[in-house]
T-cell receptor, first 109, second 115 residues
Framework: GQQLNQSPQSMFIQEGEDVSMNCTSSSIFNTWLWYKQDPGEGPVLLIALYKAGELTSNGRLTAQFGITRKDSFLNISASIPSDVGIYFCAPSNDYKLSFGAGTTVTVRA | GAVVSQHPSWVICKSGTSVKIECRSLDFQATTMFWYRQFPKQSLMLMATSNEGSKATYEQGVEKDKFLINHASLTLSTLTVTSAHPEDSSFYIC???????????FGPGTRLLVL
């Protein structure tokens, strides 16, 4: 079956630092989405990637869809306290999302 | 834009009763809605895919007679947990896919506690 690995599992960072996380898959995907989930809430869409090699930014967030369509990374620059939360990669085929295990980000002020 | 609501946001019920959760896309039409379940400190697990006007497609291991899904319009899907038991206690989250888009927008979730 398809395997989706997200790393790191968690990270503690200093405010102002840059953050990087990635996901790799054993399968090819058509679309790659990144979501953030705050405690007790539903995931919020951060970035959507549709083309292999695509590099997209949303404010301090930057994500790229791997050229092989099997991986993606998400970078957060100059982290701030509100960046705390769980980040999920969610690649998609045929409109069905597969969720990574999540990366929990904790920011130290 | 792309707002999805869920109601109720939390519910406590007695074992054996049924609970209905509503999912609405407020500012767009959704051909497809999805229902997920999330346990503490775990990722989201897809339970079923619901297309407007047709029967839902359930993931392996999800009992369709226990988790009844109705998608009567392009803006509303409901999930009914029938004869709820304590092990059904969880965080249930819906998402909606706008027509002709690949992205999914999530509701705020419903926390169910079965006593």
């Amino acid at each position: 079956g398809q395997q989706l690995n997200q790393s790191p599992q968690s990270m503690f960072i200093q405010e102002g630092e840059d953050v990087s996380m990635n996901c790799t898959s054993s399968s090819i995907f058509n679309t790659w989405l990144w979501y953030k989930q705050d405690p007790g809430e539903g995931p919020v869409l951060l970035i959507a990637l549709y083309k292999a090699g695509e590099l997209t930014s949303n404010g301090r967030l930057t994500a790229q869809f791997g050229i092989t369509r099997k991986d993606s990374f998400l970078n957060i620059s100059a982290s701030i306290p509100s960046d705390v939360g769980i980040y999920f990669c969610a690649p998609s085929n045929d409109y069905k999302l597969s969720f990574g295990a999540g990366t929990t980000v904790t920011v130290r002020a | 834009g792309a707002v999805v609501s869920q109601h109720p946001s939390w519910v406590i019920c007695k074992s054996g009763t049924s609970v209905k959760i509503e999912c609405r896309s407020l500012d767009f039409q959704a051909t497809t809605m999805f229902w997920y379940r999330q346990f503490p400190k775990q990722s989201l697990m897809l339970m079923a895919t619901s297309n407007e006007g047709s029967k839902a497609t359930y993931e392996q291991g999800v009992e369709k007679d226990k988790f009844l899904i109705n998608h009567a319009s392009l803006t509303l899907s409901t999930l009914t947990v029938t004869s709820a038991h304590p092990e059904d206690s969880s965080f249930y989250i819906c998402s909606a896919r706008p027509i002709a888009q690949e992205t999914q927008y999530f509701g705020p979730g419903t926390r169910l506690l079965v006593l």
